[in-house]
């Protein structure tokens, strides 16, 4: 069974771009949730997807955008990027939002913002 | 809100000796309470998870955690160390019920030596 599959899995922005990731889930997984890692802050929680609609999200500016489509994959967006942007941006998915389902991460996008 | 500690960010043990890492978590009930391990250019792997009951907890690759809830303390440990455990390795919680919603500690790097 495939994993996680994120694309691209490097890419170079500059400031004032904007930028689009992609998550595929692991077949039959519906529910897809985002993740932002710097060496400064750590690994972030941005949002979780279940059904095409924003279940969770976190503590993020609107720049920071997603969506789920009817398929599950999951698109990440970050308009006007700025240098903090530089991140590992990783997906993780599981079957359904339950209290106990393992979450399956991706090997993530690296984005640098020059 | 909820948030992790893991107070040692580099631990270096020779191989076949044991290993201890430490996470104290700040919540005011019980979380779900979760153990992740990041090879480099890697996602993240679940080593084990506790959400309820038996406060030892096993999981893959030899590895066992303890919760403790008067320390607010979820510890991994492992008797014996081999050279592919050098990694880094996450602490993480969740709120009770929104098991999506992980908060992370700042994460260990292990190293080991032969």
């Known amino acids: 069974k495939a994993g996680v599959t994120q694309t691209p899995r490097y890419l170079i922005k500059t400031r004032g771009q904007q930028v689009t990731l992609s998550c595929s889930p692991i077949s039959g997984h519906r529910s897809v949730s985002w993740y932002q890692q710097t060496p400064g802050q750590g690994l972030q929680f941005l949002f979780e997807y279940f059904s095409e609609t924003q279940r969770n999200k976190g503590n993020f500016p609107g720049r920071f955008s997603g969506r789920q489509f ?44 020059l | 809100a909820q948030s992790v500690t893991q107070p040692d960010i580099h631990i270096t043990v020779s191989e076949g000796a044991s290993l201890e890492l430490r996470c104290n978590y700040s919540y ?42 008067s320390q607010s303390s979820f510890n991994l ?6 050279w592919s455990d050098a990694a880094e390795y996450f602490c993480a ?10 908060t ?10 032969l």
């Open chain 1, 70 to 113: 009817s398929n599950s994959r999951s698109e990440m967006n970050v308009s006007t990027l700025e240098l903090g942007d530089s991140a590992l941006y990783l997906c993780a998915t599981r079957d359904r939002p339950s209290n106990t389902g393992e979450l399956f991460f991706g090997e993530g996008s690296r984005l640098t913002v």
């Open chain 2, 28 to 69: 005011g009930a019980t979380p779900y309470l979760f153990w992740y391990v990041q090879s480099p250019g890697q996602g993240l792997q679940l080593l084990l998870k506790y959400f309820s009951g038996d406060t030892l907890v096993q999981g893959i690759k030899g590895f066992e955690a303890e919760f403790k809830r």
């Open chain 2, 77 to 82: 440990r492992k008797p014996s160390v081999h």
């Open chain 2, 93 to 102: 919680v969740a709120p009770t019920g929104t098991a999506s919603k992980l």
């Open chain 2, 104 to 113: 992370f500690g700042t994460g260990t790097r292990l190293q080991v030596t």
